[in-house]
Nanobody, 130 residues
């Protein structure tokens, strides 16, 4: 059974940094799409960054140049390095994933924020104060 466990959230001041982690367990598939999404109170969920095992990466315009998504394949852990944090980055951050024995099409992961993720973490809160 696949499980995603996030960690690394917290409270920081504007301009600070945090690194989120998402450890995946129970995964036997070699192809993946993984992403970070967030939801602020009273707002709709939004995609932050996504990564496919073919190396394609997508960032939301609001985080480009400040956030970096990466994955340690040996540890099966997805990361989100967040620098120059702003109060508007305050949200619950979720790790999402989908896995397959077969390769995803080239832009399948990066072409949509909702490609069909079927595994979700419990969320980790990020709060940025001004």
């Amino acid at each position: 059974q696949v499980q995603l466990v996030e960690s690394g959230g917290g409270s920081v001041q504007s301009g600070g940094s945090l690194r989120l982690s998402c450890a995946a367990s129970g995964v036997t598939y070699i192809n993946y799409c993984m992403a970070w999404l967030r939801q602020a109170p009273g707002k709709a969920p939004e995609g932050v960054a996504s990564l496919g095992n073919n190396g394609r990466i997508r960032y939301a315009d609001s985080v480009k140049g400040r956030f970096t998504i990466s994955r340690d394949n040996a540890k099966r852990t997805l990361y989100l390095q967040m620098n120059s944090l702003k109060p508007e980055d305050t949200a619950m951050y979720y790790c999402a994933a989908m896995f397959s024995w077969y390769p995803y099409p080239y832009d399948y992961c990066s072409g949509s924020w909702s490609p069909g993720y079927n595994y979700w973490g419990q969320g980790t809160q990020v709060t940025v104060s001004s």
